[in-house]
Each structure stands twice: as C-alpha cells, then as structure tokens.
T-cell receptor, first 110, second 113 residues
Framework: GEDVEQSLFLSVREGDSSVINCTYT??????LYWYKQEPGAGLQLLTY?????DMKQDQRLTVLLNKKDKHLSLRIADTQTGDSAIYFC??????????FGAGTRLFVKA | NAGVTQTPKFRVLKTGQSMTLLCAQD?????MYWYRQDPGMGLRLIHY???????AKGEVPDGYNVSRLKKQNFLLGLESAAPSQTSVYFC????????????FGPGTRLLVL
C-alpha cells in the first residue's frame, strides 16, 4: 500500500546543513511536500515539488527528488536554532488523499 | 485574518461521553479536512469536505461524524468517545483540490480516559 517513511530524529550543529530524507511508495504521486511543525502548533507548508521536477530551491531550502528511487530530501543550509521542529514529508496520490510520514524531529545544537 | 482556528485547545473526556470539535476558517476556502496525529505516525485523514453541505470519509472515519453547515465551519463529532480516540486533532483548509495550499489550525489535544 501507500506509505511514506522518514527517519525519526536528526541532530545538527548551528550553522551546518541539515538533510532530512524521505522515501515513498506510490509512483503516481503528483505533488510531494515538506511541512514544518513547531511545538504546540499545526503544520506549516514549507515547500513542495511537482513530480516532474528533480530539484527546487527556495532561499535556504533545497528539495531533491529522485523518482527512480522514490526518494525525497530536504536540505536546510546554515541551520539555525529556530529551525528546530518536526519536519513531515507527504505525498499527494491523487484526489484528496495526502499521505504523511511520521515526521523527523530536527534538533539544532547551538 | 485569523486563518484556521480550532476550539477547544484541550479536552479530557470519559469513555462514552460525546463532544464536538469546532474548526473555523476565514479565508473563504472551499475544502476543509480533519486529521488526527498520533505518536510515531503521520497525520491520518478522518473526514473532509469539498464545499458547504458536503462531507466525505477519509482514511479513518469510524467513530467520528462531521458537518459542514456553513462554508467557514467544519465540525467533528465524537458520539461515544473511546480511549483509542486519544489524539491530537488538526483541522486544515484549502482553496482548491491542489493540496499544496493546505493551511492547518493549531490543533486540539483530546484525552479520553
């Protein structure tokens, strides 16, 4: 069935780059997303990529998509303590169905 | 412009009690969604609505009912709460079916004893 998997925890030092990885199973995905959740808050859309793209860059964020391996990554350059949060990978499989991963908790050490 | 708001923020229920969670959005969005978030799992869609007066089942609809009497409001009801419904509930809305524009509320934390 449809599934999105991501590692549960990542720790980096302030100023380093963070790379959060995600794998998905549905090859018919149309959109792939990265959401950020800060403590006590709802999810906030960070960025998304169409399935026909390989890369998307938005300021400090770079999204890479490898459709062959069904692998999505989010790179955060110059990671700051304010980037500490849970990051969710998600895929839209058509219609109204969005499959979310369990989230990667990013911890940034000062 | 408050975006998506949810009430209450936190609630404790006893098994068998009922309650209604309210979601409101002021962005004139057509589509609204209810998700639940459990530890170690991603969000799972409970019910959704594609417009005023319409609702549809999501991935985990059992034990929940919804209503969309007004475009700006989407209510989630638990008729007889069970401990398995202990979770954090998120409402979201979007302008269209392109889900890259979903906006989420802050969540309602529900504990069923």
């Amino acid at each position: 069935g449809e599934d999105v998997e991501q590692s549960l925890f990542l720790s980096v030092r302030e100023g380093d780059s963070s790379v959060i990885n995600c794998t998905y199973t549905d090859s018919s995905s149309t959109y792939l997303y990265w959401y950020k959740q800060e403590p006590g808050a709802g999810l906030q859309l960070l960025t998304y990529i169409f399935s026909n793209m390989d890369m998307k860059q938005d300021q400090r964020l770079t999204v890479l998509l490898n459709k062959k391996d069904k692998h999505l990554s989010l790179r955060i350059a110059d990671t700051q303590t304010g980037d500490s949060a849970i990051y969710f990978c998600a895929e839209a499989t058509g219609g109204f169905k969005t499959i979310f991963g369990a989230g990667t908790r990013l911890f940034v050490k000062a | 412009n408050a975006g998506v708001t949810q009430t209450p923020k936190f609630r404790v229920l006893k098994t068998g009690q009922s309650m209604t969670l309210l979601c409101a959005q002021d962005m004139n969005h057509e589509y609204m969604y209810w998700y639940r978030q459990d530890p170690g799992m991603g969000l799972r869609l409970i019910h959704y609505s594609v417009g005023e007066g319409t609702t549809a089942k999501g991935e985990v609809p059992d034990g929940y009912n919804v209503s969309r009497l007004k475009k700006q409001n989407f209510l989630l009801g638990l008729e007889s709460a069970a401990p398995s419904q202990t979770s954090v509930y998120f409402c979201a809305s979007s302008y269209g079916a392109r889900q890259e524009t979903q906006y989420f509320g802050p969540g309602t934390r529900l504990l069923v004893l």
